[in-house]
């Protein structure tokens, strides 16, 4: 069965560091997203990409966020200059049209020092 | 501005009893709920869902019950068994994003 994969699982950085998490979503789906979850909390959305770009962000997805889709099947998140709050778990998820399940990946636990 | 909330916050159920767990929503254009459960360590994976011109949706133990004039919609898991025990997230779909709940974590004890 196709899943949403991410890489790495766990990423260590620095503040002030930059990191790129990386998404393989299921390979028909269009719609792509990113959410976050503090531990034991909910999960919050980043962004959502459609088309080769954002249709959608949240507050939390300031200048210090961005996606891209450098090819045809990765999909990256990328945070500038870590702060310690980016503490998270990160999701990927995608969809295909016309359909409202999203999938969502194992995610990337981010620890930020 | 919480658009989904979702009590309780825990649950512990005896092995063969029924687990409820409640959400509300604000927004009148959410147009899919679902329901996703969650290991530790794992991502969300999706449960079972519903729309809103449904009043019930039932797959096996799990039943979505959906009364949309209160804005209102529950999991009810008949017959639970630990392996149930995890956490469960109510979510309402905008068409852009999913609005999650705060999770409810749930201890099915044998």
């Known amino acids: 069965e196709p899943e949403v994969t991410q890489t790495p699982s766990h990423q260590v950085t620095q503040m002030g560091q930059e990191v790129i998490l990386r998404c393989v979503p299921i390979?028909?789906?269009?719609?792509f997203y990113w959410y976050r979850q503090i531990l034991g909390q909910k999960v919050e959305f980043l962004v959502s990409?459609?088309?080769?770009?954002?249709?959608?962000k949240s507050e939390i997805f300031d200048d210090q966020f961005s996606v891209e889709r450098p090819d045809g099947s990765n999909f990256t998140l990328k945070i500038r200059s870590t702060k310690l709050e980016d503490s998270a778990m990160y999701f990927c998820?995608?969809?295909?049209?016309?359909?409202?399940?999203?999938?969502f990946g194992p995610g990337t636990r981010l620890t930020v020092l | 501005q919480q658009q989904v909330k979702q009590s309780p916050q825990s649950l512990i159920v005896q092995k063969g009893g029924i687990s409820i767990i409640n959400c509300a929503y604000e927004n009148t254009a959410f147009d899919y709920f679902p329901w996703y459960q969650q290991f530790p360590g794992k991502g969300p994976a999706l449960l079972i869902a519903?729309?809103?011109?449904?009043s019930e949706k039932k797959e096996g133990r799990f039943t979505i019950s959906f009364n949309k004039s209160a804005k209102q919609f529950s999991l009810h898991i008949m017959d639970s068994q630990p392996g149930d025990s995890a956490t469960y997230f109510c979510?309402?779909?905008?068409?852009?994003?999913?609005?999650f709940g705060t999770g409810t974590s749930l201890t099915v004890i044998p």
């Open positions: 979510a309402a779909d905008s068409g852009n994003q999913f609005y």
């Open positions: 390979s028909n789906h269009l719609y």
């Open positions: 519903i729309r809103p011109d449904v």
């Open positions: 990409f459609y088309n080769n770009e954002i249709s959608e």
């Open positions: 998820a995608s969809r295909t049209y016309r359909v409202n399940e999203q999938f």
